[in-house]
């Protein structure tokens, strides 16, 4: 089944704990994006990803890193949680045909608190 | 930024009824994407419809695109309790930066 992973699905830490949420998908896409969503700010758009090696921020990229070693992969890191940081995050993928966008496949989000 | 802003922000309407739900954006697009948002559950992708396409069917879903007017509309035809659930249009500008999602309509069917 085509789906987009990710781990974990809920979490609650502390300020200033470094935590890693993991994304996987397994339909050989070349792009891969992180959004958070907020209530009434929609989607936003952390990081992406248009294949190995390749990472670009979006329009909220302070405070986030992300990494794309392997094509299936790209797991998004918080280095220093804040608690203006809790969100609700998904990854998303899709298949990439320069200057035009493909639907994308989301996974079902990871809901983060920051104390 | 906010490219695609939904309109209304929130809806309801009993089953059987039709609902519009309606997308305006600022610059030219690509293509216009709608998706759909179970409650707690990530997005689902609905329909496409390109820039030099005016209409677009899929099953009880009709779309629109107005590029004179830079807006479009999303249309469920005899609505289900089951289609309650946020919906989101996203416009494609033809960046790298692939897709710019609106903040959404809630809909909500009432059996």
């Known amino acids: 089944e085509a789906q987009v992973t990710q781990n974990p699905r809920y979490l609650i830490t502390v300020t200033g704990k470094k935590l890693t949420v993991t994304c996987s998908q397994n339909?050989?896409?070349?792009?891969m994006s992180w959004y958070r969503q907020d209530p009434g700010l929609g989607l936003r758009q952390i990081y992406y990803?248009?294949?190995?090696?390749?990472?670009d921020k979006g329009d909220v990229p302070e405070g986030y890193k992300v990494s794309r070693k392997e094509k299936r992969n790209f797991p998004l890191i918080l280095e220093s949680p804040s608690p203006n940081q809790t969100s609700l995050y998904f990854c998303?993928?899709?298949?990439?045909?320069?200057?035009?966008?493909?639907?994308?496949?989301f996974g079902d989000g990871t809901r983060l608190s920051i104390l | 930024s906010q490219q695609g802003e939904e309109d209304p922000q929130a809806l309801s309407i009993q089953e059987g009824e039709n609902a519009t739900m309606n997308c305006s954006y600022k610059?030219?697009?690509?293509?216009l994407q709608w998706y759909r948002q179970n409650s707690g559950r990530g997005l689902v992708h609905l329909i496409l419809?390109?820039?030099?396409?005016r209409e677009k069917h899929s099953g009880r879903l009709r779309v629109t695109l107005d590029t004179s007017k830079k807006s479009s509309s999303l249309l469920i035809t005899a609505s289900r309790a089951a289609d309650t659930a946020s919906y989101f249009c996203?416009?494609?500008?033809?960046?790298?930066?692939?897709?710019?999602f609106g903040s959404g309509t809630q809909l909500t069917v009432l059996p």
């Open positions: 996203a416009t494609d500008a033809g960046s790298a930066r692939q897709l710019t």
């Open positions: 610059t030219s697009i690509n293509n």
């Open positions: 998303a993928s899709s298949s990439f045909i320069r200057y035009s966008n493909q639907p994308q496949h």
């Open positions: 990803s248009m294949n190995v090696e390749v990472t």
């Open positions: 419809i390109r820039s030099n396409e």
């Open positions: 339909m050989n896409h070349e792009y």
